[in-house]
């Protein structure tokens, strides 16, 4: 019967970070930098209102776009942290973490023939749903312009289909941000333009060395804006994001929601009330500690000479694999998990733009950052040049 399935759906790949996180995960004492999952545990008084939903009889369904408690306290995060306003009642769902935020905000506003605008090294997340949208894909090139997606880069690649933008930043896989300038110059290009700008921002909270700045506070109407818990209170498994749009663009992609999930875990979203409000500054001891991994990382990889851009937010490095190393950057990452036992990522898993690239994570201890920057190290003193 496989001959009857979606040719779409076919012909999607299983995303190359997990393919590869799979493929060493089983090998004994390797030390893994490949999954950009905080190594923080959930908050106790977040986890304790979990335990108290539960107890309460927080057990069944919500409204479509969730507990409207929540969806205040989520509207009063983003406008504390990055001035941008939202109405609760019509502007704001929660979402089945941002994943399912992507999925419903694409299959809302793109049609078939539709072009979409990616920046390119991107997360693998955004393209799949692209196609089975049947919109397609315009890829940026942004390897020359320090990864960021600018809005010389966008105009450029504009066209008479082009229906969306997605500005993933801080972004997986480069830790780069956009200035508050460059977002000005992206919304100044944009406005009046029948274009959607899809903004990722599930790192906003991780940002080292300037504050999140979002786009939705120069380009408002045109703008979807997407969150959630999983990177700034280390809840990867609670599942809960947010979306925040205009009431004319929300309305249709709470209907998609709705047939879609119905409602975000009710467990979850207790939680995630403590979370944004009680905890509405728990990223910040993380953040400092992320930020110690930052320098002493980039500092242990400048002093092997490779080249590499110190990220400005999230938890990645990405790095361009030697010249005189003449593998793929599958082979390169392959090759340094059966020599040396320690994994990163492929950045072919990042599109086409970050081949001769791997990507390596810190949300890990200090520990096993050491222990795995120093089997990196020997892998490259052992590798004749």
């Known amino acids: 019967m496989e001959h009857l399935i979606n040719e779409r759906v076919k012909n999607i790949q299983i995303s190359g970070i997990r393919k590869f996180f799979n493929l060493v995960g089983g090998m004994d004492d390797i030390v ?54 939202y109405s609760p009642d019509s502007e704001v769902i929660v979402t089945v973490g941002a994943s399912q935020a992507i999925d419903i905000a694409l299959r809302t506003v793109l049609s078939p023939g539709d072009e979409v ?17 049947q919109a397609t894909v315009r890829a940026v090139d942004t390897r020359a312009s320090g990864f960021k997606l600018t809005a010389e880069l966008i105009s450029k690649a504009l066209t008479d289909k082009t229906k969306a933008v997605i500005l993933p930043y801080p972004s997986n896989p480069t830790g780069v ?36 700045v979002s786009i939705a506070s120069f380009l408002r109407e045109q703008t979807i804006v997407l969150n959630g ?32 999930v119905s409602c975000a875990s009710s467990i979850s979203q207790m939680a995630a009330l403590e979370a944004v409000s009680a905890g509405i500054n728990d990223a910040v ?37 030697p010249d005189y190393i003449e593998d793929s950057s599958f082979d390169f990452c392959y090759r340094l998990a059966m020599e040396q036992k320690v994994a990163v990522v492929p950045g072919s898993a990042f599109s086409e733009f970050g081949e001769g690239y791997f990507r390596l994570s810190f949300a890990c201890s200090m ?13 490259f003193k052992t590798t004749n040049k």
């Open 285 to 321: 001891p993380m953040r400092t500690e992320y930020k110690k991994r930052r320098d002493y990382v980039f500092d242990r990889l400048a002093n092997m000479g490779l080249d590499v851009i110190k990220p400005d937010g999230a938890f990645y490095f990405f790095v361009a694999i």
């Open 32 to 85: 893994s930098l490949t999954i950009g999952q905080p190594d923080f545990p959930t908050p106790d008084h977040v986890k304790e209102a979990g335990k108290t939903a539960i107890t309460d009889n927080y057990t069944t369904y919500t409204h479509n776009a969730g507990f409207l408690e929540l969806r205040k306290a989520a509207a009063d995060f983003v406008h504390s942290k990055y001035d941008i306003t």
């Open 117 to 133: 605008i990616l920046p390119g090294p991107v997360y693998p997340g955004y393209e799949p749903i692209i196609h089975m949208c």
């Open 367 to 379: 520990e096993e950052l050491r222990k795995g920057l120093d089997r990196i190290e020997a892998f």
């Open 177 to 212: 941000s956009l200035t508050e300038a460059e977002l000005k110059d992206i919304a100044d290009l944009l406005r009046g333009k029948e274009v959607f700008v899809i903004a990722d921002e599930i790192y906003s909270e991780l940002t080292f060395d300037m504050p999140h």
């Open 229 to 260: 818990l999983s990177k700034s209170h280390a809840m990867t498994g609670w599942r809960i994001g947010f979306l925040f749009a205009p009431e004319a663009i929300a309305k249709h992609i709470l209907k998609v929601h709705q047939y879609n």
